[in-house]
């Protein structure tokens, strides 16, 4: 019995390291202390002033502007997506410690993920 003990104990651990673990990003893997960044987009959209009339197709009505105008708003582009070094975050990744993640305009939002940050146009006012 103590024999199968020092045969055991002189085994490498089976868990995986932390700086091996991965990440799926879209179509890319994310590795180590590298976090997960989402950049979304904002559909093409014309005002409308003849709220009467339906939209012209592959559009949709919607409200823009951040002050409720009637438009009409094509698909939102496809999210790209980027892997980003959080080692200097610690333990716990957050917008304030990733630097400069997001494009100019855009805004770093957690996702509900701890690794997965977004990159999306801040709300209009």
């Not at 893997?29 to 709220?51: L, M």
């Amino acid at each position: 019995m103590i024999h199968l003990l020092l045969l055991l104990a002189g085994c490498p651990p089976t868990d995986t390291p932390e700086d091996t673990a991965t990440l799926a990003c879209g179509t890319l893997t994310c590795t180590g202390a590298e976090v997960c960044i989402q950049e979304s987009y904002e559909p093409e959209c014309e005002n409308r002033t003849d709220t009467g009339a339906a939209c012209p197709e592959g559009t949709t009505a919607s409200m823009c502007g951040g002050a409720g105008i009637p438009c009409c708003c094509g698909a939102a582009p496809e999210q790209t997506y980027s892997c980003h070094d959080a080692g200097t975050c610690g333990d716990t990744p957050a917008c304030d410690c990733l630097g400069d993640v997001c494009p100019e305009g855009k805004e770093c939002m957690g996702s509900g993920s701890e690794s997965v940050f977004t990159c999306s146009e801040p709300p209009k006012p």
